[in-house]
């Protein structure tokens, strides 16, 4: 006789979106919301942040430009009276090219100088930290502080270099009085001082470049000159590049150096963009013509800056 047959019934399932194996279930809608909320909220709080302390200087800078600024009055428009006032400006010639003269005698002298002291340094092989943290060293100190030093370095009394050429019986230099000289003091102050930061980049893309490059050039018989010149150099090209632009950046923004060593002088002969942009706005009190000079000079960064970014880009 045949043995009966037991019926199982299957537990039902409950009710809801079915999902797969290893397929995670999406939150609930209030849930995804809340999550979104938070983080837009975040983002917006980054976003109004940045819009108040830099889009809207941008933004209002670009206005006074076309607005005759008066701290007693309320700003009237003038339109581009600014402009022209600002181009028939002889001291405005002048401050340009004062600024394009420090920007070349700084790529003589700044480009030059950190890529020689990273290539020597890169060579020791011992207390290499305590070097770095040498020519690091100056970039650590309040710029006042550096200016200082130097006003007494250029002194032409009791200063540290005429008292060096006294000793070689050589004569006594107007540093800063001189406008042959001014100059070129006011390159080399920049250069001790910022130095330190482009060769510690230098020493960092020297470390990445392979040393079978190095060896194999040394098996051909290459010299020190030639393994510089056919291995370094063309590994570090584009980092040469990079810091060639943003040295041109920065050296056309030069303020600290002519303010303080030299006021501009001797007869206008170190007056650059950006002290002439603080004599308009803090001793003239004309804020639309400083607002005028800040825009052209915004648009002349500019383009380096998309000049970088298009390299930077091209690199990646």
Known sequence: MAAPTTLTRTPKRAAGPRQEDGVR??????RRIRE???AYAFLAAGL???????WYP???GLLLGFQQVSFAQPATWVGWE?????????????AWKNTGYFTLLALVFGFAAPFVTAVILNEFRHARSYLRMTVYLPVMLPPIVTMLLW????DPGPGLFNNVLGVFHLPAQQWLESENLAMVSLVLVSTWANMGTTTLIYLAALGAIPGELYEAAELDGASIRQRLFHVTVPQMRFILMITLLLQVIGTMQVFVEPFVLTG????????TVLLLLYRYAFVYNDFGMASAMSTVLFLVLGAFAAVYLRLSRGKG
């Open 25 to 30: 279930p999406r939150p609930p809608r209030r």
């Open 36 to 38: 979104n909320a938070t």
């Open 48 to 54: 109004i942040c940045f819009a108040l302390f830099s």
């Open 58 to 60: 941008i933004v209002r």
């Open 82 to 94: 600014n402009y022209q006032r600002l181009f028939d400006d002889p001291l405005f010639a002048t």
């Open 151 to 154: 006003r007494w370095f250029y």
């Open 264 to 271: 501009g002088g001797p007869d206008d002969a170190t007056v």
